[in-house]
């Protein structure tokens, strides 16, 4: 069974940092882009950050560039989002996904994903 589990949310003052981890586990994901999406209160989830299966390429939500980096670690099927200069925008569920097997792109679309974590909770105060 795939699981997704992602962790290091929680509460930061604007300004701060917070790296977040989303292990997986049930299958080899070396080749499938990963995301991270997140979902604010009373808004619809949107797409964050990408990354392709080596690593080599990665995109990102215009308001995130230059403060977000999104990474992996495929030995220990494990993508990381490191966070910086957080603002209170920034609050929402964070939600790790991936694509299925042999995706060798990335991609911004939630249907591109077939595997997605429960979220954690990142809370970036004034």
């Known amino acids: 069974q795939v699981q997704m589990v992602e962790s290091g949310g929680g509460l930061v003052q604007a300004g701060g940092s917070l790296r977040l981890s989303c292990a997986a586990s049930?299958?080899?994901?070396?080749?499938?882009?990963m995301g991270w999406f997140r979902q604010a209160p009373g808004k619809e989830r949107e797409f964050v950050a990408t990354i392709t299966w080596s690593g080599g390429s990665t995109y990102y939500l215009d308001s995130v560039k230059g403060r977000f980096t999104i990474s992996r670690d495929n030995a220990k099927n494990t993508v990381y989002l490191q966070m910086n200069s957080l603002k209170p925008e920034d609050t929402a569920v964070y939600y790790c996904a991936a694509t299925r097997n042999s995706y060798y792109t990335y991609s911004t679309r939630e249907g591109d994903y077939v595997h997605w974590g429960r979220g954690t909770q990142v809370t970036v105060s004034s």
């Open positions: 049930g299958r080899t994901f070396s080749g499938s882009a």
